[in-house]
Every structure is written in structure tokens, then in C-alpha cells.
């Protein structure tokens, strides 16, 4: 795993759009279904917008129908962090980018059950995608 991506406030809104600022920083979330990523299905590997670590794989991704980009697993362990996360009324986990701890999403125990049943519902705007 690399090592931790720190950065101050303003390198983040440099680097970042102001929706992925959102998103990965302010821990926000894009409408559903109107991601980049939500009805894309082209092999390949997803990495953090704000970092570029590889977090999940076009073979763990699935249309789950909830209006964000799913996934059954990330790609390697290690590269994203759980948190417990109670904002907005809902006792849910929180999905993170373990290099530069930025919001990717939460996870739901209601993914496929073939597949270990957990549904990784990550915002497309804390994504860049690869094809190579």
C-alpha cells in the first residue's frame, strides 16, 4: 500500500472539480443516477479521484439499480476503510479512501449473495476510471 496522501484545504480545491471536492472532502454525494460511472460497464479498474489508488475492478462491478456506481468487493485489501457513520438520521458504514481518507460512498450488507452479499455504492465523482 502507498503511503498517506496528506494535502491542506486549498491543495485539495486545486487539485480536485468542485463536485469532487464535495464528494471526497465534505463527505457529499452526487444525485442519484446521474453519475459518469453509475451505467458504465467497460473492463477496466476504478481509482480514487483524489489520489489515483486502485480501489475496485469492472469484474466486482453489477447494476444494483440504486442510482450509483456498485460493487461487490474492492479490488485489493487494504485500500479502502469502514467507519461507522450516523449523519442524516441513518446508522450506515462509510466507505474511504484508505491513502488520502477521502469519502467514496457506503457500503450495504444487501449485495448479491453469490458474490458475499455487500453492495459498495460509490459516488462516480470520487472515480477515475482506467481502461488500459
Known amino acids: 500500500m502507498s503511503d498517506k496522501v496528506e494535502m491542506t484545504d486549498a491543495e485539495w480545491r486545486e487539485r480536485l472539480t468542485p463536485e469532487q ?10 444525485r442519484a443516477f446521474t453519475g459518469q460511472y453509475d451505467k458504465h460497464y467497460a473492463d477496466g479498474t476504478y481509482h480514487c479521484a483524489g489520489c489515483g489508488i486502485l ?3 469492472s469484474d466486482a462491478k453489477y447494476n444494483s439499480g440504486c442510482g450509483w456506481p456498485a ?14 457513520d450516523i449523519s442524516h438520521g441513518m446508522i450506515r458504514t462509510e466507505v474511504l479512501c484508505s491513502r488520502c481518507g477521502g469519502h467514496l460512498g457506503h457500503v450495504f450488507p444487501d449485495g448479491p449473495p453469490d458474490q458475499g452479499g455487500m453492495r459498495y455504492c460509490i ?10
Open 21 to 30: 471536492y464535495h464528494v471526497l472532502r465534505e463527505a457529499g454525494t452526487e
Open 71 to 84: 460493487f461487490t468487493r474492492p479490488a485489493e485489501a487494504g485500500t479502502v476503510e469502514e467507519r461507522r
Open 123 to 132: 459516488n462516480s465523482a470520487s472515480l477515475d476510471f482506467d481502461d488500459s
Open 55 to 57: 480501489l475496485f475492478g
